[in-house]
């Protein structure tokens, strides 16, 4: 695992590097990189780090990471899709409903435009994050010790990492953790990390796009309109958006045990 975390860093380093290069070339000066570059940086760093170790290195077929070609199919990406969306989105829909969360209408902007640039940025977070938390690691610890302790191994360091997000307390921590869990067992149950990533992708992009509210503690673009938490901080998440309270926790515990009662004799696949 040291070798992969050295080309990780090698690799933000030397893409850092270039974007900075190309950027004073064309004389426009260092761009603001820590919303959308950052992100795509990031998760190119992520992927060439984990194609060495799995294609160069150990010479594994793409299967083992859940990376192959059939692991991509539309089926699984929207199956995954869905999964993200509607947990966050239900949970959303219920505080809504009991006027736990309130839409309220905001200095007008470009919608389009605030939507473009959160999917810019959220995409490759999500996939980047996925890469690294539930990718080559993921199959590391699955080989050496199982599905569960690759699971439990890598939803807690999910958690404990987003502990230095804006906002964050012991509730947000956990909940994260228990988000690790929900994705971690979409990917076991689809054998794909595709899905596991439009998951994450899909969820935080139901509150940046749609809600307009804070996506684990960092501010979305809110034009026309924004999500205001009117409930109690552990129900609602308070500042840290609604994934960090009791509702969201709810879905993802309901999504987990249907998947796990659904999939659980394929948990273990071997690759």
């Known amino acids: 695992m040291g070798l992969f975390a050295a080309f990780i860093l090698l690799f933000s380093v030397i893409f850092e590097g270039l974007q900075f290069a190309a950027e004073k070339t064309q004389g426009v000066g260092r ?15 992520v992927a060439t780090a984990t194609w060495l170790m799995v294609r160069i290195v150990e010479r594994l077929p793409w299967r083992v990471v859940a990376l192959d070609r059939a692991a991509a199919s539309p089926r699984l990406l929207l199956k995954g899709a869905a999964f993200g969306a509607l947990t966050i989105g239900l949970a959303s829909i219920a505080l809504l409903g009991f006027h736990q969360l309130q839409i309220v209408r905001n200095v007008g902007g470009g ?21 690294l938390f539930r990718g080559y690691i993921f199959f590391i610890l699955r080989r050496a010790a199982g599905w569960k302790t690759a699971l ?3 939803s807690v360091v999910f958690g404990l990492v987003h502990a230095w997000n804006p906002g ?3 509730e947000s921590v956990l909940a994260v953790i228990v988000a690790g869990f929900f994705l971690g067992i979409i990917l076991l149950s689809t054998r794909s990390l595709y899905a596991a990533g439009a998951a994450h992708f899909l969820w935080n992009w139901v509150m940046a796009v749609l809600l307009h509210i804070q ?4 501010t979305s673009p809110a034009p026309d309109y924004r999500t205001v938490e009117t409930g109690p901080d552990w129900l609602t998440g308070g500042p840290w958006g609604p994934e960090g309270g009791l509702a969201a926790v709810v879905a993802m515990f309901v999504g987990i045990f249907y998947l796990y009662a659904r999939s659980s004799r394929g948990m273990d696949w071997k690759a």
Do not use: C, M, N, R
Not at 31 to 45: E, M, N, Q, T, Y
Not at 112 to 122: C, K, M, P, V, Y
Not at 215 to 218: A, E, F, H
């Open 31 to 45: 761009l603001d990189v820590g919303g959308v570059v950052v992100p795509w940086l990031l998760v190119v760093s």
């Open 111 to 131: 919608w389009w435009t605030a939507a473009g640039q959160s999917t810019a940025s959220l995409l490759p977070s999500a996939f980047a994050e996925e890469l």
């Open 152 to 154: 439990i191994v890598t």
């Open 168 to 170: 964050a307390d012991a």
């Open 215 to 218: 996506v684990s503690g960092l």
